[in-house]
């Protein structure tokens, strides 16, 4: 289990987090169909430093970006989402 | 031949129990192999496959042989090495997979079939003729496997706990309480946890610092550190965390708690946790009285148990001359100590004054009579001897246990001088040290030719022997991770601790390449078995998931319902009376909503209050449909969907004040809904002044149903009831409630929110003024009646709008949530699954397939299947293919699993009021 460092509540544990999606998976309403049909569905699904939203759901409910690798789950970096 | 026996002085043994119904005695810290050993037992179990008689092998979690039951009901504990249970008094042990007992099985013939049942025995039955299969079906699960299964539920609780420390250790032999102690005398807290009752490790059978033990105990504990025994360290996985099973009653055993399952999170980790000894590979090298080496002098020295009068050592490396000396200082005689290596070591030119040493010497066979070993038979340069003798010790060398550290992502390093991998690089904060670290005996890395590889045994516990190995190399089998399912070696119970460097060796020896080369299985969790009660913890029974009890529980309570559970929530189906069927009531219920007045607790319906500036804003991203238009006091049907379009829920949102709105949806989606929200307004809405609470819980709610229902509400109110989809605020029996006047079943209805715990008043209120309670299967009639789809059933994830029949609801210029994935040119193909209604005379089987008739194409299926409330006949909901241009076709639902099937006639999806006049009143 990933120990996840909350910029608000410190480290804890991923059973409080919920795994939203990459960052580049991610669909702004304005986007022509064709490239929201393309972040959605053909994703760069990295072997490596990937970008990730996951959500502090049974913590302070922050929407958080974490900087994981894939191959060793080591986590670089925890910060709040911003657009 | 007398078998094993207890070395004279020591502790009494006054420790009762029994072994396949005999009474024997044991001594206080014996475990179950060295009662049995001290009691004379050799034959303690029956092997997997061809049920060959089996005994103690080793003094550690690592025996693949001596498996037992332990204990009797609810506390049976199958397939439990007897080598890792500390017998109590009234400890009952049953052997396995014998019949009718160990001593005369008739399964043994099994071992005259072992051509038979070589290796790939299952896959090449499969593959041949169906009947084959069929015909050994029954015999071989009966005969191969071992203990069955309890059937009586457990009576003993189990605990979870979570801790966290600087430092953990673990395993507590030298290097463990030295690296324990250090940590501790550096300040940080300790978690020292040791597999065995008593710490000290090899300490506790070699000698040696034993004052240490109490050193570091004392070191620990004043650093405010924690020491557990009994307790293994069964998994490691990321960032530090680590999961420890503790026995806090042996198995078996009765209890206040039997057993605990710790989730560490350790800051740093130091694994101590040893080296498992190597049988060597001969012929008939699994045979009673074979036993690992370090585990002879354990048992002579720990226990006080000689387990042989005339002992044979055979050997690789220095360790097993230990051996020798403890057989000898126990009254012991050393027959002949056989050293594969050509050559004197310095250990063994010592050894040679004392003990008749030979070099270049290889066990090649061992003979047996019942009660146990008689005699083995030896190569020494070019002769052969044979040896009379009771026990035969070997040691193969030693494998370090890198089994946490490789499940924690570590990389394993070859070592050529041990025949042995060891830990390497780990990202983790991990350090091994000791013999899992590699300072293990060196030995003589020669392999042996064997003279009968058909009884020669790699993997003991799943019967594999060296020409299964050959065999499956043969028949293509070249990874290591093929091999092992194809043979099953290295699976069951002990996961091929004493048997897959043996594998290994013999499967590189086969494509001619090193053992490095042929590769190695991936190391899991649990290090070594865990009950499924550990597993589960307290979470089971009515336990196994958190139960979400309404605001008027004790009301339904009081009317014995049929439940039904929907999530974590627990709601009433029906309101049986005087013995009713779930259908009869249901359907009585319903008649009161169509021809008077019903209630329903709707208390679990997601609630969010939306309120701030851009509330509006947000609420036409996350809903499909029109919101910013809505007059204060007013609220609408509407539908959310995902970012591909197709519909997620449904609900209805109400304009409670300028800038504040109340959300609803479904109950089953509410947690979903609670995702999708923060989503839109933290991540695709960012900028927007709005605020998204979950009130699911914070208000009751009660649907008052029915052509009485108005009259009813303005009898308890005083005041006129809000029109159709309008807001009121009154008081109903003192308590101020929240009316919506929402209908979903199609009668005038109105959704009444008291605040919190003061719902009961008005429920009873409700019921004193003649509304009937009904339940959601009554509900479910008339949605279905009325054609209001459900999530779960209409709403299946692969619906549009479209084809729900919902499309002129959307708003008209997009911008909300899954707007642009509707444009895919698929998502308009004609021949989609769209809604449709279904009429039949008869009732319509929910869950049947729709076809044109009986065998032709699947059309279509039964989303919902009801009856006309106040008429006659079946009605149904269903996904049709093109089915919105289908009204007047005739197709069979059908649903041959159950033997159900109608005639159907496809219909618009509302067969009650179209015209929407009973609802508005």
Same mark, same amino acid.
């Given at each position: 289990m990933l120990s996840i460092d909350c910029p608000h509540c410190g480290p804890r544990a991923q059973s409080e987090f919920a795994y939203d999606r990459t960052l580049d998976a991610i669909v702004p309403l304005a986007m022509p169909p064709a490239e929201a049909m393309r972040a959605l569905y053909t994703r760069a699904?990295?072997?490596?430093?990937?970008?990730?939203?996951?959500?502090?759901?049974?913590?302070?409910?922050?929407?958080?970006?974490?900087?994981?690798?894939t191959v060793t789950h080591a986590i670089e970096s925890v910060i709040g989402y911003a657009p | 031949m007398s078998g094993p026996a207890r070395i004279p002085g020591g502790a009494r043994a006054t420790i009762a129990f029994t072994f396949d119904g005999v009474a024997m005695r044991a001594r206080p810290g014996d475990t179950l192999a060295a009662a049995l050993l001290a009691n004379g037992v050799g034959l303690v179990a029956r092997s997997f496959k061809y049920h060959r008689p089996r005994g103690v092998m080793t003094a550690g979690v690592e025996e693949p042989n001596a498996l037992v039951t332990i204990g009797t009901g609810g506390r049976t504990e199958p397939n439990t090495r007897s080598t890792d249970v500390f017998v109590y008094d009234g400890l009952v042990a049953r052997s396995q997979n014998r019949w009718p007992s160990l001593k005369v099985d008739a399964g043994a013939v099994l071992g005259l079939a072992a051509p038979v049942f070589a290796a790939g025995f299952y896959y090449k039955t499969f593959f041949g003729p169906p009947k084959r299969w069929m015909r050994y079906e029954h015999f071989i699960r009966r005969a191969a496997g071992l203990g069955p299964a309890p059937v009586a539920a457990d009576p003993d609780p189990y605990e979870h706990r979570a801790a966290f420390c600087d430092a953990l250790v673990v395993g507590s032999g030298p290097t463990g309480l030295a690296a324990a102690k250090a940590a501790a005398a550096a300040g940080d807290r300790v978690l020292l946890v040791e597999q065995d009752a008593d710490l000290g490790g090899t300490l506790l059978s070699d000698g040696g610092d034993v004052a240490s033990i109490e050193v570091a105990r004392a070191a620990i504990a004043a650093a405010g550190g924690?020491?557990?025994?009994?307790?293994?360290?069964?998994?490691?996985?990321?960032?530090?965390?680590?999961?420890?099973?503790?026995? #806090?009653?042996?198995?078996?055993?009765?209890?206040?708690?039997?057993?605990?399952?710790?989730?560490?999170?350790?800051?740093?980790?130091?694994?101590?946790?040893?080296?498992?000894?190597?049988?060597? !590979?001969?012929?008939?090298?699994?045979?009673?009285?074979?036993?690992?080496?370090?585990?002879?002098? !354990?048992?002579?020295?720990?226990?006080?148990?000689?387990?042989?009068?005339? #002992?044979?050592?055979?050997?690789?490396?220095? *360790?097993?001359?230990?051996?020798?000396?403890?057989?000898?200082?126990a009254g012991g005689e050393v027959v002949a100590i056989l050293d594969s290596r050509a050559e004197l070591s310095a250990v063994a030119t010592v050894a040679k004054t004392r003990f008749p040493v030979f070099t270049n010497a290889?066990?090649?066979?061992?003979? %047996?009579?019942?009660?146990?070993? !008689?005699?083995?038979?030896?190569?020494?340069? !070019?002769?052969?001897?044979?040896?009379?003798?009771?026990?035969?010790?070997?040691?193969?060398?030693?494998?370090?246990?890198?089994?946490?550290? @490789?499940?924690?992502?570590?990389?394993?390093?070859?070592?050529? *001088?041990?025949?042995?991998?060891?830990?390497?690089?780990?990202?983790?904060?991990?350090?091994?040290?000791?013999?899992?670290?590699?300072? #293990?005996?060196?030995?003589?890395?020669?392999?042996?030719?064997?003279?009968?590889?058909?009884?020669?045994?790699?993997?003991?516990?799943? *019967?594999?022997? %060296?020409?299964?190995v050959d065999l499956a190399y043969a028949e293509g089998y070249r990874s290591v991770e093929h091999l092992k399912r194809y043979t099953t070696l290295g699976m069951g119970t002990d996961q091929g601790k004493t048997s897959n460097m043996a594998a290994l060796g013999r499967l590189a020896g086969a494509a001619g390449v090193s053992i490095p080369a042929a590769g190695l299985t991936t190391f899991r969790p649990p290090y070594t078995p865990l009950t499924l009660g550990a597993l589960a913890g307290p979470d089971g029974g009515g336990h196994a998931a958190p139960s979400r009890r309404l605001a008027l529980g004790d009301c339904h309570d009081a009317l014995a319902p049929i439940w039904q559970p929907l999530g974590l929530w627990h709601r009433p189906r029906a309101y049986s009376q005087g013995g009713e069927s779930l259908h009869a009531a249901a359907l009585r219920e319903a008649r009161a909503?169509?021809?008077?007045?019903?209630?329903?607790?709707? @208390?679990?319906?997601?609630?969010?209050? #939306?309120?701030?500036?851009?509330?509006?804003?947000?609420?036409?991203?996350?809903? %499909?449909?029109?919101?910013?238009?809505?007059?204060?006091?007013?609220?609408?049907?509407?539908?959310?969907?995902?970012?591909?379009?197709?519909?997620?829920?449904?609900?209805t949102v109400w304009r409670l004040g300028e800038t504040r709105y109340l959300l609803t949806s479904s109950t089953g989606g509410a947690d979903r809904m609670e995702a999708h929200l923060g989503y839109a307004r933290h991540v695709v809405a960012s900028n927007l002044r709005v605020s998204v609470v979950a009130v699911q819980e914070a208000f009751a709610g009660i649907a008052l149903a029915g052509p009485d229902a108005a009259a009813i509400l303005e009898r308890l109110t005083g005041a006129a009831a809000p029109a159709h989809m309008g807001v009121a605020d009154a008081m109903v029996a003192g308590v101020p409630v929240l009316i919506l006047a929402a209908s979903y079943s199609g009668e005038r209805a109105f959704e009444l929110y008291p605040v919190g715990d003061a719902a009961v008043p008005v429920w009873d209120a409700l019921i004193a003024a003649g509304a009937m309670p009904y339940g959601i299967e009554a509900l479910e009639f008339l949605r279905i009646e009325k054609g209001h789809i459900v999530g779960g059933g209409e709403v299946d994830g692969r619906t549009t709008p479209h084809d729900l029949r919902l499309e002129r609801m959307l708003q008209k210029g997009g911008g909300f949530v899954g707007a642009s994935a509707l444009d895919r040119p698929a998502l308009a193909a004609s021949d989609r699954l769209q809604l449709v209604g279904l009429t039949s005379p008869q009732p319509i089987p929910e869950g049947a397939m729709l076809v044109a008739a009986g065998g032709a194409p699947v059309e279509g299926h039964v989303t919902a299947g009801g009856l006309r409330v106040l008429g006659e006949g079946g009605v149904a909901l269903a996904l049709l293919r093109g089915g919105r241009a289908r009204n007047g076709d005739t197709l069979l639902a059908t649903s041959p699993t159950r033997g159900l099937e109608a005639r159907v006639t496809v219909t618009d999806p509302v067969f009650y009021d179209p015209e929407g006049a009973r609802y508005r009143g």
């Open positions: 699904n990295p072997r490596g430093w990937s970008d990730e939203l996951w959500h502090h759901r049974f913590g302070c409910r922050a929407w958080l970006v974490v900087r994981r690798h | 924690r020491i557990l025994t009994r307790t293994t360290a069964s998994g490691l996985w990321d960032h530090g965390f680590v999961t420890l099973s503790e026995r #806090v009653a042996e198995p078996g055993q009765p209890g206040a708690l039997a057993q605990r399952l710790w989730q560490v999170r350790a800051k740093r980790i130091v694994l101590a946790t040893g080296a498992i000894e190597r049988p060597l !590979t001969f012929a008939g090298n699994d045979r009673p009285g074979v036993m690992l080496a370090r585990a002879v002098r !354990t048992y002579i020295a720990r226990f006080g148990v000689l387990p042989g009068k005339r #002992v044979v050592i055979a050997t690789n490396n220095d *360790d097993a001359y230990r051996t020798a000396d403890a057989v000898a200082a290889v066990p090649v066979s061992t003979q %047996a009579r019942a009660t146990g070993l !008689t005699a083995v038979e030896a190569d020494i340069w !070019t002769e052969r001897f044979t040896y009379a003798a009771d026990c035969l010790a070997v040691s193969g060398g030693f494998t370090p246990v890198v089994h946490l550290h @490789s499940q924690g992502g570590g990389k394993l390093d070859w070592r050529a *001088d041990i025949q042995a991998y060891v830990p390497g690089a780990t990202l983790q904060d991990i350090v091994t040290v000791g013999s899992a670290a590699g300072e #293990v005996e060196a030995i003589s890395p020669d392999t042996v030719a064997l003279a009968h590889p058909k009884s020669s045994f790699i993997d003991f516990q799943n *019967d594999v022997t %060296a020409a299964d909503v169509r021809t008077a007045a019903g209630i329903i607790d709707v @208390s679990t319906l997601a609630k969010f209050i #939306v309120s701030g500036p851009d509330a509006a804003a947000l609420l036409e991203i996350v809903c %499909a449909t029109r919101v910013a238009k809505l007059a204060v006091g007013r609220g609408r049907y509407t539908v959310m969907l995902r970012e591909d379009g197709m519909v997620m829920d449904d609900g």
